[in-house]
């Protein structure tokens, strides 16, 4: 029999937070001022861990400087975004390759392919893509991957990568279950947003993958400021850590779990993922 007292309390490992998003409009020292702040209230409201992902040269500096401020709490991932690689260069990817060895760093990433955004050239976004794929794997750290209406693109990179023992995690994950069985094979984590809880019936087939996705390979996450999860969604300007719990006890009941019990396991998935210590 337990008691509560042998319950440990819901901690959520949110593994996508634009933390340095949240407070775009603020002037650079009160971004990260106000970013510490939201780690911190994340962490009193059951948000015990938070992987914080780059974009672009700025933003990476930005995670960075959040993880050495909140240690056990916001970890950095480094990389060059999809829609952000246009508007990067050699500098920035020189940069990249030597934050992949900061201690804070615990991923590579966001990288990934775009089709529904024209941002950045298509050859372009392939060879980011490519180039932090390699790093990834000779840095022995996971890739955080965004794929959007590219999901044919990205299997050929991921099964030749995978060959080359690339770990790694599909962040906000809206594909159908034949793409997903293909990137669980291939030894991928799956990761689920707010999207994951949104009414329309287009999104029934991130319901339907959520599903199915086996509960040692499954993570959750907000994208924040971006993928407000329901019943927030339209009621708040912009989606905040704390909301993880929504999309997770969403997806817990989604697969009749105990929130708790999911609440811990995708925890042990990020921690096994990322290799960080709570
Ligand atoms: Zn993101």
Redesign the pocket.
């Known amino acids: 029999m337990t008691t509560n007292r042998d319950v440990p309390p819901v901690t959520w490992f949110d593994t ?1 937070a ?1 933390l340095y998003l949240i407070h775009e409009e603020s002037p650079r020292g009160e971004i990260l001022r106000r970013a510490e702040e939201a780690a911190r209230a994340a962490k009193e409201a059951g948000v015990g861990a938070i992987l914080c ?1 780059g974009i672009d040269t700025p933003s990476n500096e930005a995670a960075i400087t959040l993880a050495q401020r909140c240690p056990g709490t916001v970890w950095a991932a480094v990389g060059v975004h999809p829609n952000s690689a246009a508007e990067c260069g050699d500098a920035d990817w020189e940069r990249v390759v030597a934050w992949a060895t900061d201690p804070a760093v615990k991923a590579i990433g ?1 990288t990934g392919l775009d089709r529904y955004r024209d941002a950045t050239p298509w050859d372009v976004q392939c060879v980011w893509f490519r180039r932090q794929l390699e790093l990834a794997v000779r840095s022995a750290l996971p890739a955080v991957i ?1 794929c959007r209406e590219a999901e044919a693109d990205i299997t050929p990179f991921l099964r030749e990568f995978a060959a080359g023992g690339l770990r790694g995690v599909m ?1 906000a994950c809206a594909a159908a279950w034949d793409h997903v069985a293909t990137w669980l094979d291939l030894g991928l984590y799956i990761s689920f947003a707010g999207s994951v809880t949104y009414r329309n019936r287009k999104f029934e087939v991130i319901r339907d993958t959520a599903r199915r996705v086996p509960l040692d390979r499954i993570l959750v996450e907000t ?1 924040a400021p971006f993928l407000t999860p329901e019943p927030l969604r339209g009621r708040v300007p912009r989606c905040r850590v704390e909301y993880v719990a929504h999309t997770g006890s969403f997806v817990a009941e989604l697969r009749g779990l105990a929130v708790a019990e999911f609440a811990a396991q995708t925890t042990r998935n990020a921690v096994a993922l990322f290799g960080v210590s709570l």
């Open positions: 996508h634009h992902p966001e965004h962040h994208d």
